[in-house]
């Protein structure tokens, strides 16, 4: 079982960063993926999360109409898309796959967003 997120890196504020989560080794189509992220010295976040069949999504109040989550069950991808990055959202972000019985995480991908 295997998650990997990808895509970050350094943004200036107003900006975008367009990160990827690709899974492997469980029936991907079976699980709502989630996304959330750690700043320093902070707890971690959700930020928003795709339901199994793609069909509903879920935003965090502060990202909201920002970040767009997506998924393709073909590829085994989920992707954040985010728009108008602020400096509060520099953080180490992370996917995770929540099914009925069992979750996986994956490895984060940090975002840095300069002011």
């Known amino acids: 079982v295997q998650l990997q997120a990808s895509g970050g890196g350094l943004a200036q504020t107003g900006g975008s960063l367009r990160l990827s989560c690709v899974a492997s080794g469980f029936t991907f189509s079976s699980y709502a993926i989630g996304w959330f992220r750690q700043a320093p010295g902070k707890e971690r976040e959700f930020v928003g999360a795709i339901a199994w069949n793609g069909g509903s999504t879920y935003y965090e109040g502060s990202v909201k109409g920002r970040f767009t989550i997506s998924r393709d069950s073909a590829k085994n991808t989920v992707d954040l898309q985010m728009n108008s990055l602020k400096p509060e959202d520099t953080a180490v972000y992370y996917c995770?796959?929540?099914?009925?019985?069992?979750?996986?995480w994956g490895q984060g991908t940090q975002v840095t967003v300069s002011s």
């Open positions: 995770n796959a929540a099914g009925n019985i069992r979750s996986y």
